[in-house]
């Protein structure tokens, strides 16, 4: 069993930056693939980023790619989302999950969410 709760999220002006983490509960955490999803109101879930179980492979939407840099301490059971240049319609829910598989829309859990909000 695997519990996941994100913190970081708020508001900010376009152009900041905001550092999301998922801290993860259980001795398995790093056997997981892990990553961010959001989900705007009135859209549908969208990928964000993933990172593989040791954190060497890393792959973004084309959306957040330069802008968003993804990463995991296994050590700390944490995961983190940096958001740099944050843009009107990087406003939604995020949260994170974790897949016992190669697919990371297969996830086995994920998080409740945090909000993140870009005022233009």
């Known amino acids: 069993q695997v519990q996941l709760v994100e913190s970081g999220g708020g508001l900010v002006q376009a152009g900041g930056s905001l550092r999301l983490s998922c801290a993860a509960s259980g001795r398995t955490f790093n056997t997981y693939l892990m990553g961010w999803f959001r989900q705007a109101p009135g859209k549908e879930r969208e990928f964000v980023a993933r990172v593989t179980w040791s954190g060497g492979y890393t792959y973004y939407a084309d959306s957040v790619k330069g802008r968003f840099t993804i990463s995991r301490d296994n050590q700390k059971n944490t995961m983190y989302l940096q958001m740099n240049d944050l843009k009107s319609e990087d406003t939604a829910l995020y949260y994170c999950?974790?897949?016992?598989?190669?697919?990371?829309?297969?996830?086995?859990?994920r998080g409740q969410g945090t909000q993140v909000t870009v005022s233009s």
């Open positions: 999950a974790a897949s016992s598989t190669s697919l990371l829309s297969n996830f086995d859990y």
